[in-house]
C-alpha cells in the first residue's frame, strides 16, 4: 500500500495546502490504509470524531525510516477534513491512549 505522493515536503513534514499539511509525509500513508478498513483500532463515531490507531510493523519502518523508534501511530480528522496524527514510543504509551478511547467509545455506545 503506498499513498499518493502529490505533495511537497520539507525535512519529513508535509508543506503542500491541504488535508495533511504541516503533518509527517507517513500520514497519508496511514490514512489511506483507514479508507481501506485497515486500522488496528478504529474508535470512530462519525467523519469527524474519534481517531484510529495503528502499531507501526517493520513493512512500516522500511517504507518510513524515522518510525524506527516509534511503537505506534494514532490519526484523527477534524470536522474541515484536516488530519492531525500523533506518535506512540512505547507499547505502554500505546496502550494507555487505546484504554481512553476504549472507554470514550463504550461511554458514547451506551448513551446512544
Known amino acids: 500500500m503506498h499513498a499518493s505522493t502529490d505533495y511537497t515536503s520539507t ?53 518510513f525510516p524515522e518510525l524506527a523508534s516509534i511503537y505506534g501511530v494514532g490519526l484523527a480528522e477534524s470536522a474541515q477534513g484536516f488530519i492531525y496524527t500523533a506518535t506512540y514510543e512505547t507499547a505502554e504509551a500505546f496502550e494507555s491512549v487505546i484504554s481512553i478511547h476504549q472507554s470514550c467509545y463504550a461511554a458514547d455506545e451506551f448513551d446512544a
Do not use: M, Q
Request: aromatic residues 16%; negative net charge.
Open 11 to 63: 525535512n519529513g513534514i508535509i508543506s503542500s495546502p491541504g488535508k495533511f499539511e504541516g503533518e509527517p509525509t507517513w500520514a497519508p500513508y496511514f490514512y489511506d490504509a483507514i479508507l481501506n478498513g485497515c486500522c488496528d483500532h478504529d474508535y470512530r463515531n462519525g467523519p469527524d470524531d474519534g481517531a484510529c490507531f495503528f502499531v507501526v510493523t517493520d513493512a512500516d519502518r522500511r517504507e
